[in-house]
């Protein structure tokens, strides 16, 4: 199985400018898999992104929508992306500032559905 | 939050914030009360440290016997709340931190911040100070301005 999540998060890292993806538990906020994190400490990106998911996920539903599909979060050195795979997983990756962010969300929901 | 060793409250202050912990509880390995914080009743904050440590004791036993060494952490996931615990080593020896959670945080960022807290706690501790002999007067005085100084009464 790991082997498996290991596979498919490297064919997110093989795209141009992501720097690491990673298989992280939406409720514990926990590294499950990982690939390519070099320069990376997983286990906060792994945490703080869940938390941000989450309260995102909170939000909108406050505000009578569905819960994101996509979180792009968006910074001067680069990005993070996030996709629920299921209720119980994130699939999300780390890029650099000039990565082709259509082409990261088409690999990351790939293996969301894979996933879920 | 209220702490009984002045040089941890502002670590523990950026834990709180950070961490979004609904509970939190720092004591020694024997169940000493060193800080807490969202506990009302003093009974509640006893017994949770009482329990904490003999819970730390029984995992660090387990751990030798099963060759595994001390445990680092425990943690355990309610259907609202979840509850972290963990020891660490300072020059005043082992603590216990013993942390609780909800919605608003989780496991994960529980962890993440509770390490940097620890790293902050091993930067701050005064030098073990030599140990004396305690008294059984004293323990009691000690028990009863520790409650003082952690409800205010």
Redesign the interface.
Known sequence: MNADLIGSLEQITRVVGVRGAMVVSADEGLVVAESSMEGIEGAAVAALTAGVVSRLARATEAAGRTPPAFVHLQADEGSLLAVPAGEELLVVAVTDPAVNVGLVRLELRRMAEHLA | MRVIEPWVADPLQRFLAESSARLVLLTTSSGQVVAQHGFTRALDVMSAAALGAAIMASTDELGRLTASGASRALSH?GPSRGLFLSGFDLPQGRWIGLVVYD?D?????V??FFDRLVGELKGLAPQETPAREVLASDFENELNASLRSLFGR
């Open positions: 996931q919605r945080s989780s496991l994960g960022l962890r993440l």
